[in-house]
């Protein structure tokens, strides 16, 4: 018999965190990622963890800052409305230096937009969290068993640079179901000797805060926190490539819509056309390497997403515009087909990358 | 398989029920006129029976869904036609109830007729591969978490234990017997046990009472 478990991605995500030691969750009911609430608030009372509904979005971003606070692995997730009113929380949270994991399983936006998949937040993502200069570790599933080992990932990341893991997903990531393995080997959180839990008479108080009144102190803070980023920049970028070796036309995705991009490719490979894929994984960290290589061989880079054009930025930069990169998309939580994909492919392949 | 006048399909969500209740409301349509199906479900407006409304249609299988099923439209509506399983008689209906307990509260609106008329079989979908119902307790938890809330007694279970695309043999021979525990516990048959039209193949004569599913369409990802 299988050691699978079908899982919904959001289930794989809750299961995951607890997994990984997560005993806190504290949310607000949104559709399409109501299911890692279910979840939480079924299973946390089963083994000794606090799952909260909270009265807002704003209220549970409050709480995982306390909970991280304290040194305990902790999460909050909801979708696109909902993360914009976590953004204070997420901000005061990157200005305190605390790790915690955030989950944003999106869906069409802007305003209340609809509930079906997008990947429009991507901006709000890898740009703006929040107010003030910060950032996040944006890691981004194309499958429910990677929604599992990016959620632990998440975690550990989060610990280790203490700073926030956001997991980038989408409505068609949190609510298809996959055979998933939870047989992973789940690092132990680091100390953390900065954590509030009571002095007991034995050493210093430590403080949690994010209020620096002093500018010298506050651009110091900045700063230190930069030079992290950097060194995250350096070595925990993710990424996938396929079929880049002999690539003449890079597609480019992530998530879902990298599995619908891969569809494609293997259809253009088919016709003959030398199409490969890059697919991000971590979103920030942004792989540049794969896109500066492959700037040097391909004569069209196609970004493929569920938004009005946002990775494709980064896509641009990281290549130095070397070379055209055009824009394939569905947007209105629509997905676009393997047809619309190959189609731009084959148009790449013909126009020989003009514009 | 022999329909009471009202089939009743609960399930945790995600077991698969929907699809299950689709199949047999055609195999209803085949064996009788004046086929309803009812979509109850006010928890997950992701999947719906509302998908298949082209299989309805072409069965003269009359679907009675919420007006915002399917719809961009995220609230828990019932539709107003409902009471039609209970105050028609002459129907015979297939009802697919949201997961959980809290989607069989809308069941509950219906419970004190169709208990009085005593006509029907309600049906837990089982899955032994889902998380949160691995064991015949979880199972047993769940059925009367239902049952509380939805104010009907079950009456049989359907097992549909699958790893999606990745379902084999000796999976759906494991959760046969692990159906024949939860039955045991539970004091109830296991009325089918569902599999793809590619494993019914391999499993036919192996297993009591094996029915092969269509499966509604996925997208291609």
Same mark, same amino acid.
């Given at each position: ?52 509904? @909270?009265?807002?979005?704003?209220? #549970?971003?409050?709480? =995982?800052? $306390?909970?991280?606070? /304290?040194?305990?692995?902790? !999460? &909050? %997730? ?63 599933? @194309?499958?429910?068993?990677?929604? #599992?080992?990016?959620? =632990?990932? $998440?975690?550990?990341? /989060?610990?280790?640079?203490? !700073? &926030? %893991? ?85 597609? &480019? ?103 | ?221």
């Amino acid at each position: 018999m299988s050691d699978k478990v079908l899982m919904k991605g959001n289930e794989a995500i809750a299961e995951a965190a607890i997994i990984a030691g997560c005993r806190h969750y504290f949310g607000y009911p949104i559709t399409p990622q109501t299911e890692i609430a279910a979840y939480m608030a079924k299973k946390m009372p089963k083994i000794g963890g606090c799952f909260l509904q @909270a009265e807002s979005e704003i209220a #549970a971003i409050n709480m =995982v800052y $306390g909970v991280a606070s /304290a040194g305990y692995r902790v !999460m &909050t %997730s909801s979708s696109s409305p909902g993360i914009a009113l976590k953004s204070e929380g997420l901000s005061y949270m990157a200005g305190s230096d605390l790790p915690a994991l955030v989950v944003n399983v999106q869906r069409g936006g802007p305003g209340l937009g609809g509930i079906q998949p997008s990947q429009s937040d991507y901006f709000q993502a890898t740009r703006a969290g929040g107010h003030g200069d910060f950032k996040m570790i944006v890691l981004a599933p @194309a499958s429910v068993q990677e929604m #599992a080992e990016l959620t =632990v990932k $998440g975690f550990e990341l /989060a610990d280790t640079y203490r !700073m &926030t %893991s956001m997991i980038l997903a989408d409505g068609t990531m949190g609510q298809m179901m996959e055979p998933v393995s939870l047989d992973f080997d789940v690092k132990p959180a680091p100390a953390k000797p900065w954590a509030t839990t009571g002095t007991k008479m034995q050493r210093e108080h430590n403080i949690v805060n994010s209020l620096s009144l002093v500018p010298e102190e506050l651009e110091k803070f900045n700063i230190e926190r930069f030079e992290r980023y950097k060194k995250i920049e350096e070595t925990e970028a993710m990424y996938e490539e396929y079929m880049m070796d002999d690539a003449e036309i890079c597609v &480019t995705a992530f998530g879902i819509a990298a599995r619908v991009s891969k569809n494609a490719v293997n259809e253009a490979r088919k016709m003959g056309i030398k199409v490969g894929l890059i697919r991000p994984i971590t979103l920030w960290p942004f792989p540049k390497a794969p896109y500066e290589k492959a700037a040097d061989k391909v004569k069209e880079f196609i970004s493929v997403e569920l938004s009005m054009g946002q990775m494709i930025e980064d896509v641009r930069l990281a290549t130095s515009c070397k070379v055209p990169v055009t824009l394939c998309n569905r947007v209105g939580g629509m997905i676009p087909s393997p047809e619309q994909v190959l189609e731009a492919i084959i148009k790449a392949n013909q126009n020989g990358g003009a514009k | 398989m022999e329909f009471k006048r009202i089939t009743i399909l609960c399930g945790h969500y995600g077991s698969g029920k929907t699809n299950i209740a689709v199949n047999l409301a055609v195999e209803l349509s085949k064996q009788k006129n004046n086929v309803l199906a009812l979509d109850l479900d006010i928890v997950n407006p992701y999947f719906r029976t509302k998908d298949s409304a082209d299989t309805f249609s072409q069965n003269g299988i009359k679907l009675i869904a919420s007006q915002y099923a399917n719809s961009n439209v995220d609230i828990p509506a019932l539709p107003q036609e409902m009471y039609a399983v209970i105050d028609d008689k002459s129907a015979n209906a297939v009802i697919d109830v949201g997961g959980d307990d809290r989607g069989a509260l809308a069941l509950g609106r219906l419970a004190p007729s169709i208990n009085e008329e005593n006509n029907y079989n309600m049906f837990m979908v089982i899955n032994c591969f889902r998380p949160l119902t691995k064991t015949p307790n979880d199972v047993l938890e769940v059925m009367r978490e239902i049952e509380v809330a939805g104010k009907i007694k079950f009456t049989g279970l359907i097992n549909n234990s699958n790893l999606g695309r990745e379902t084999e043999s000796a999976d759906v021979l494991y959760s046969v017997k692990f159906a024949q525990e939860c039955s045991k516990l539970l004091n109830l048959p296991v009325v089918l046990t569902t599999v793809n039209q590619k494993l019914f193949a391999e499993l036919n004569g192996k297993i009591e009472n094996l029915y092969p599913l269509t499966l509604q369409n996925n997208n291609v990802i």
